[in-house]
C-alpha cells in the first residue's frame, strides 16, 4: 500500500511544529499562537495534528530500514 502523500503530509506537520519549537527556544514567539489565537480551538487542533504526525513518523524508522530491502 502507497501512503507517500500522507507521509509527506505527516512530514510537513513535523516540521512546521520544529519551526514553531525552534521559535519558542530562540525568540519566545509561538508562530501558531501568533497566527490563529492563544490556545483557540484552531490552535488547538493544528497542535493535536503535529502532535499525531510526529507519533507517526515515528513509523519512518522502521520503514528507512527495509528500504534497501525491497
Known sequence: MESRGFDYTC???V???AVNWGLIGFF???LVAF???NMGWISRIIYALVGL???Y???TYGRIGTM???
Open 15 to 17: 516540521i512546521i511544529g
Open 11 to 13: 512530514l510537513t506537520l
Open 28 to 30: 519566545s514567539f509561538d
Open 53 to 55: 504526525a510526529g507519533l
Open 68 to 70: 534497501g530491502r525491497e
Open 57 to 59: 513518523m515515528i513509523s
Open 35 to 37: 497566527l490563529f489565537g
